[in-house]
């Protein structure tokens, strides 16, 4: 790890060309972006922005087409276990139980069965889920499915959470809870958070800079650090000043012409 004046994440000048068939889609175009240890950042835009290209740059999934992703100062050259990413679709193994998904990591890097037990329970623990520890996927919910997927990636050890609209899939209700327990977990872990959304008000409750992105070609209109006290109050003035800020951000680009 390098010394705290590196930033964990340096996203310079990076462009993604996907091409397909005869056409030439630019996902991303220019994009800077740098983001420091322990901060939560939210990447809201209207789809098709590259707002997952970005994600899955900075997971090392994808390569830019030009430009730099880097990790404390070091070019990302593919997947590693200290970038984890989490899914709307919470890509669990359906033939392991809660305790082995979340243990998977751990196992797989070599560790010894008790130390892998130690790491579990704590995790399971965080999440809440110690009374599902032998259930399997298709015996939990939508939250406890997510809430799994978030304790695997805590277990492998993740300096950088990927999260690629985690909370999509589930209900208003589901969605408030998590949201609550994630905030709970990034303020008691100190992890480093980019979080991928549709919804601005989402956006607004979790993150301490909100970066919009628009369309055609896809690439970042604006960082705007949010200096709100927590809890956040949805119905709050600032709040809702913040909120007519962003949306009109958010559509900044309607009328411009697609790439
Ligand atoms: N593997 C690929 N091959 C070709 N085109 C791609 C590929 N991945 C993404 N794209 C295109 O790049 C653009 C950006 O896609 P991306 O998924 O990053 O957008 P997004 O902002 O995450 O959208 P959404 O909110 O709908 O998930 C889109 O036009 C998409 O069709």
Known sequence: MADTATPIIEIKGVS?????QDQTINALSD?????????????IGASGCGKSTLLRIMAG???PS????????????????????????YALFPWLSVRDNIGFGPASRGLGGAEVKQIVDKFIDLVGLAKFANAYPHQLSGGMKQRVAIARVLANDAELVLMDEPFGALDAMTRERLQDELLEI????KLTVVF?????????????????MTPGPGRIESDNALDL???????????????????????SHHGKKAA
């Open 229 to 251: 006290p927590r809890p956040r109050d949805v119905a709050s003035p600032e709040f809702n000043a913040i909120r007519r800020v962003l949306s009109t951000k958010l559509h």
């Open 66 to 89: 030009s430009g730099e992703a880097l990790m404390w100062g070091k070019p990302i050259a593919g997947p590693d276990p200290s970038r984890g990413m989490v899914f709307q679709d």
């Open 61 to 63: 999934f994808d390569q």
């Open 31 to 43: 994009a800077h972006l740098s983001i420091n240890k322990g901060e939560f950042i939210c990447l």
């Open 16 to 20: 993604k060309v996907f091409q397909l």
């Open 186 to 189: 990034w303020e008691r872990t």
């Open 196 to 212: 991928v959304t549709h919804a601005v008000e989402e956006a607004i409750l979790l993150a301490n800079r909100v970066v919009v």
